[in-house]
């Protein structure tokens, strides 16, 4: 691994995301869109719109993510530019955290973003640090990242890419607490929610926005978030191929 070649990368794909435009719109337009949306969805009970709000900070983002970096990856291949760069003393490693590297960054103001939108101008009310809050969105934006990247290595176009949004997002959504209480669930549902990262990510925020200070439930999710991410590389860049067949 190399950290030149792996900035060098991230350079690379942050140039193909700042032209652009509509990868630029599903990134920084449509969260700040669902968020608003979903305050005045909840105008006549601004509590409800407090819990499912903080929530949503960090789903928005993980879908998002998820979506965008496993069709950006499955592009590098099937446009023969990963074949290109696996020719040159760039390796499989390098790749994948340049992509990390530079999706983190659009995940980081994506975050600042629909935060800052979240609590000045719709009011959302959290008991937590709201500084706390933005940096457990980045965590679930890049958490959503490294899924996506890990996930397009098994689609062979780009159809099969956003296949796997309803058969790996989705069953997250449902059991990652928001829908109803984990430990009211049944037994093995709760023993499926609880090897689900979004769990954790959804977790953190609860904690966030039913205490004043950071918990130990929170610090702990949030490690669990980042070793996810790391482990989700790790895989992708051993399932890696040069091209789809």
Partial sequence: MSLRLTFSTAGRILRQLRHDRRTIAMILVVPTVLLTLLRYLYDNNPLMFDRVGLIMLGVFPLVIMFLLTSVAMLRERT???LERLLTTPIG???????????FAVAAAVQATIVSALAFWLLGLDTLGPAWLVGVLAVGNAVLGMALGLLV?????SEFQAVQFMPAVVLPQVLLCGLLQPRDQMAGWMQAIS???????????LTELG????PTGIMWRDLGIIVGC???ALLLGAATLRRRTA
């Fill in 152 to 156: 397009s290595a098994f689609a062979n």
């Fill in 194 to 204: 609880d090897v689900l990262p979004m769990s954790y990510a959804v977790q953190a």
């Fill in 92 to 102: 499989k490693v390098d790749i994948l955290l340049g992509y990390g590297v530079a």
């Fill in 229 to 231: 991410v790391v482990v």
């Fill in 79 to 81: 446009s023969g530019t």
């Fill in 210 to 213: 039913q205490n004043t200070e």
